[in-house]
């Protein structure tokens, strides 16, 4: 594998019925934590598929890249891993 990205898989937007459920652009958490390889020619991008199988179309590319000898996902996010996603890392 060539590269991978971190994809956050979010809560779906509920609609609100009262102002208490925040700005209209406030940032979701991630309900997720995925990995899928990168897009063909494009290392900045997603392919099509997380590791677990699943679209990424929806997903949120995270902020950070892994780097080597680090864990691939965010430590802030460590309870969110995809077990999936995180045991085909492990291979």
Known sequence: MSGIVVLYEREQQVAARTPAAGPPGAERLPRRVHAAPTAPGRPDAAGPRTLCGRDTF??????????????????????????????????
């Open 58 to 91: 929806a997903m949120t590319k995270a902020p950070r890249t892994p780097r080597p000898g680090e864990p691939w996902y965010p430590a802030a996010y460590a309870s969110l891993v995809c077990p999936d996603c995180d045991a085909v890392m492990e291979v």
